[in-house]
């Protein structure tokens, strides 16, 4: 099957043939020879089309960026502002 590796722009860097999914993610995540990591690995479908082989493990990219994500810490504060006499309320929102 063939496999058309990525960088973090969407360039192709490569194409090569592997046996399936797992050989060619493993050696998306263990090559050294471009100047840019690997960010994404596609093969090529049944109708001729690109396809996403799966997330890269090791060192080209982390293996869900929602795993390793971490969540904003943000605080709302509701503050009432005047407006012609009338009040009505504006969200400010805070990251740390």
Same mark, same amino acid.
């Given at each position: 099957? @063939?496999?058309?590796?990525? !960088?973090?722009?969407?360039?192709?860097?490569?194409?090569?043939?592997?046996?399936? *999914?797992?050989?060619?993610?493993?050696?998306?995540?263990?090559? !050294?020879?471009? &100047?840019?990591?690997?960010?994404?690995?596609?093969?090529?479908?049944?109708?001729?089309?690109?396809?996403?082989?799966?997330?890269?493990?090791?060192?080209?990219?982390?293996?869900?960026?929602?795993? &390793?994500?971490?969540?904003?810490?943000? *605080?709302?504060?509701?503050?009432?502002?005047? @407006?012609?006499?009338?009040?009505?309320?504006?969200?400010?929102?805070?990251? !740390?």
């Amino acid at each position: 099957m @063939t496999y058309r590796f990525r !960088d973090g722009m969407g360039e192709s860097l490569a194409e090569r043939d592997f046996p399936d *999914h797992a050989a060619a993610l493993a050696w998306a995540a263990t090559e !050294d020879e471009f &100047e840019t990591e690997i960010q994404r690995v596609e093969y090529r479908g049944p109708d001729g089309d690109w396809r996403w082989a799966g997330p890269l493990l090791g060192g080209a990219a982390v293996s869900s960026p929602r795993a &390793e994500a971490q969540p904003a810490k943000c *605080h709302s504060l509701l503050t009432p502002v005047p @407006t012609d006499g009338r009040t009505s309320s504006s969200v400010r929102i805070a990251a !740390d």
